[in-house]
Nanobody, 112 residues
């Protein structure tokens, strides 16, 4: 059993930055690849970024490539999503995911 808890999101102006974190319970965190997804109003949930268990492999959605950075600290059971150059299209609820486990989601709103 893994529980995932995202940090509070927030409201940021276009061009600004925000860092999300996701804290995981359980001693098996380091064995999981971790993912970030997001869901905008009226849209389906979409993939944002993924990181392998040891951080050696990383993948981004084209829409965030070059602006977002995913990282993890296995000693702290935490995965991060650094978001830079935010734009209103990034407004969504952001979810942390590991295998079949999901966080509760955190709202990120980018104002123009």
């Amino acid at each position: 059993q893994v529980q995932l808890v995202e940090s509070r999101g927030g409201l940021v102006q276009a061009g600004g930055s925000l860092r999300l974190s996701c804290a995981a319970s359980g001693r098996t965190f380091s064995s999981y690849a971790m993912n970030w997804f997001r869901q905008a109003p009226g849209k389906e949930r979409e993939f944002v970024a993924a990181i392998s268990w040891n951080g050696s492999r990383i993948k981004y959605a084209d829409s965030v490539k070059g602006r977002f950075t995913i990282s993890r600290d296995n000693a702290k059971n935490t995965v991060y999503l650094q978001m830079n150059s935010l734009n209103p299209e990034d407004t969504a609820v952001y979810y942390c995911n590991a295998n079949k486990y999901w966080g509760q989601g955190t709202q990120v709103t980018v104002s123009s």
